[in-house]
């Protein structure tokens, strides 16, 4: 099950990432975005593709129990994310996939905003694709596809995790149950942590175990 659900909103990310519909959802309004592949610096070619599974219920010891964990989705199924390796001077396409159903709050207010990528002409949005942007129904074609929803931010209450590289001055946020496209570009070679800035993990404040282990929800991006 877990499986048909990741293909399926994997497709949905980079299927319609590129140029999407955009309709309901967190209160916005319907518009047309696309993305190209030469929007800025030396992105010469199409986006490098660099997908991530959000899942819960995941075993961290005996003691502290189950623990959110980013993936990475590569050819031979779910990886480690404590190494991602991408590309120097060029464009990516993100692709997060969420499959954790509840919430959790930011260590400060401002992660929950969008920073750090680009969209076309538009700086610091993400497009969301949720149950406002993804119709169940099953049409002559398959699965109803309706579009998906660009946002700066994202409402407090909705968000269980961000993805947040601060040297690159990368956000965004999480809602539950839902896949996020964005498009960032690398710089320089170099080493760059990421992390998850809701308090999701083990102990008191939330922000033990898989908080502060990488491979969970933190870890380095080697840009090479």
Same mark, same amino acid.
């Given at each position: 099950?877990?499986?048909?659900?990741?293909?399926?909103?994997?497709?949905?990310?980079?299927?319609?990432?590129?140029?999407?519909?955009?309709?309901? !959802?967190?209160?916005?309004?319907?518009?047309?975005?696309?993305?190209?592949?030469?929007?800025?610096?030396?992105? %010469?070619?199409?986006?490098?593709?660099?997908?991530?599974?959000?899942?819960?219920?995941?075993?961290?010891?005996?003691?502290? !129990?189950?623990?959110?964990?980013?993936?990475?989705?590569?050819?031979?199924?779910?990886?480690?994310?404590?190494?991602?390796? #991408?590309?120097?001077?060029?464009?990516?396409?993100?692709?997060?996939?969420?499959?954790?159903?509840?919430?959790?709050?930011?260590?400060?207010?401002?992660?929950?905003?969008?920073?750090?990528?680009?969209?076309?002409?538009?700086?610091?949005?993400?497009?969301?694709?949720?149950?406002?942007?993804?119709?169940?129904?099953?049409?002559?074609?398959?699965?109803?596809?309706?579009?998906?929803?660009?946002?700066?931010?994202?409402? #407090?209450?909705?968000?269980?995790?961000?993805?947040?590289?601060?040297?690159?001055?990368?956000?965004?946020?999480?809602?539950?149950?839902?896949?996020?496209?964005?498009?960032?570009?690398?710089?320089?070679?170099? %080493?760059?942590?990421? #992390?998850?800035?809701?308090?999701?993990?083990? !102990?008191?404040?939330?922000?033990?175990?898989?908080?502060?282990?990488? !491979?969970?929800?933190?870890?380095?991006?080697?840009?090479?």
């Amino acid at each position: 099950m877990i499986a048909a659900l990741i293909v399926a909103s994997v497709l949905a990310g980079t299927g319609l990432g590129l140029a999407a519909s955009q309709e309901g !959802g967190f209160g916005g309004v319907a518009t047309t975005i696309t993305q190209t592949a030469t929007s800025s610096g030396q992105n %010469t070619s199409a986006p490098y593709v660099l997908t991530l599974i959000i899942t819960t219920d995941n075993r961290f010891n005996s003691t502290t !129990g189950d623990q959110p964990a980013y993936y990475v989705l590569g050819p031979g199924g779910l990886e480690s994310s404590a190494n991602i390796t #991408l590309p120097a001077h060029r464009l990516i396409e993100l692709v997060i996939s969420n499959y954790d159903e509840g919430n959790a709050s930011l260590s400060a207010p401002q992660y929950a905003n969008v920073t750090g990528t680009e969209l076309g002409s538009e700086l610091g949005s993400e497009l969301v694709y949720n149950n406002t942007a993804i119709n169940s129904t099953e049409g002559s074609s398959g699965i109803v596809l309706r579009g998906s929803q660009t946002v700066s931010s994202l409402p #407090l209450a909705e968000i269980s995790h961000t993805f947040t590289v601060p040297s690159l001055g990368l956000n965004l946020p999480m809602a539950s149950e839902s896949t996020v496209v964005a498009y960032f570009t690398t710089g320089a070679a170099g %080493t760059y942590v990421w #992390l998850c800035e809701t308090a999701c993990g083990a !102990g008191t404040n939330g922000f033990a175990g898989a908080m502060s282990t990488p !491979g969970w929800m933190n870890g380095s991006i080697v840009v090479s």
